[in-house]
């Protein structure tokens, strides 16, 4: 069974759960009741569960065959970047996740470009929605055009707080703009990140990365040589620090979240192996998040563990430490906290 179809299988869960007759055989003829009013059928369904994406006039076709409850919200969700003259076709499902999936497109020759990775978010009431509460502090409510609500902003959050249907689609649209406005931001400044394309309401299409056959893996899945695996670390370590001086930091960083790209040479051969960091949707301003300093510290920790298991000498506390305080000049209050402890136990002993 193929990937596409073991995670596409929780629709047809789904569709069961709320019309459990959908696949059963058919009913037994009964007299019938001049107030029944009958179930909905699959379609309709699947569409109410969907924001009705599933009844879009799509007008184009794809390679890649998507399965029957993925295809409504899919094409829908890429169907402005056909559109726009950004991608021909679908070739192949990428990457599938609880929150989110990634297509191989074929780009138009317009842009200059082969290849194209689309990210398509899951329909809102399919979402494996985790807490992002602690993510969305300090952040602006953004619109579908990434600029931030305005005056609108009061409507926004209120709406949000009440979780309507307005603020849920308004929380889903901020959390995808903010990951592609973090992206055209660091990529603009020389960042090893994704190229931004273009976004949709579902969607966003930037720079694919590793071969049509197969993409880059990531950095969990590989083995370095120590010299190689010195050298990436020190990229991820400017790259945060790069981050760090637009005043973002990644959230969700890891090896997880770390592309390990091989390109060739002219002669065929392989070159070294770069690294692309990916997965930007839990990004946070280091000031106005007031997180951030335990999240910073996180993401440092969780990429100097990979790295301190290909050899190379990593004490993380130094790390986040030197950051911080190069950015954020006061303490932190837990590290006064800790401090204050340490001058404790160093008076009591």
């Excluded at 009431?125 to 609500?149: H, I, K, S, W």
């Excluded at 309507?164 to 929380?171: C, E, N, P, V, Y």
């Excluded at 986040?320 to 009591?348: C, K, M, T």
Aim: proline fraction near 5%; include cysteine; hydrophobic fraction near 40%.
């Amino acid at each position: 069974m193929s990937q596409e179809d073991v995670y596409m299988d929780k629709y047809e869960q789904y569709e069961a759960l709320y019309d459990p007759s959908w696949s059963a055989p058919a009913a037994r003829q009964s007299k019938r009741d001049p107030n029944h009013r009958p179930k909905k059928s699959r379609s309709e369904i699947l569409s109410d569960l969907t924001d009705d994406l599933s009844d879009v006039e799509l007008g184009f076709e794809t390679t890649y065959r998507p399965s029957r409850h993925e295809e409504g919200w899919l094409l829908s969700s890429l169907h402005s970047f056909y559109d726009e003259g950004l991608i021909t076709d679908v070739l192949a499902l990428v990457k599938g996740g609880k929150e989110a999936s990634v297509y191989l497109c074929q780009a138009n020759p317009a842009t200059g470009l082969d290849l194209l990775a689309a990210k398509v978010y899951r329909p809102r009431m399919f979402r494996n929605l985790r807490n992002d509460a602690m993510y969305r502090r300090g952040r602006e409510v953004l619109t579908a055009q990434g600029r931030p609500a305005g005056k609108q902003a009061g409507t926004f959050a209120r709406a949000i707080r009440n979780k309507t249907s307005f603020g849920l689609q308004a929380a889903h649209t901020s959390w995808l703009m903010h990951e592609f406005m973090a992206l055209e931001r660091l990529y603009a400044v020389g960042a090893a990140v994704p190229r931004p394309i273009s976004s949709s309401d579902n969607a966003l299409l930037m720079s694919y990365h590793g071969a049509q056959s197969i993409a880059a893996p990531t950095l969990n899945t590989v083995a370095l040589e120590r010299e190689e695996a010195d050298r990436l670390f020190q990229e991820v370590l400017y790259n945060v620090d790069l981050m760090l001086q637009h005043d973002l930091v990644h959230g969700d960083l890891s090896a997880y979240n770390i592309l390990y790209v091989v390109t060739e040479d002219d002669s065929g051969a392989a070159a070294r192996g770069e690294m692309v960091i990916i997965d930007f949707p839990q990004v946070v301003n280091l000031y106005a998040n007031p997180k951030a300093h335990f999240i910073l510290r996180r993401d440092i920790q969780r990429v100097c563990e990979y790295f301190a298991s290909q050899g190379v000498p990593c004490d993380a506390e130094a790390v986040f430490n030197g950051l911080w305080s190069r950015y954020v000049q006061e303490p932190h209050p837990e590290d006064l906290a800790a401090d204050w402890s340490r001058l404790e136990e160093a008076i009591a002993g």
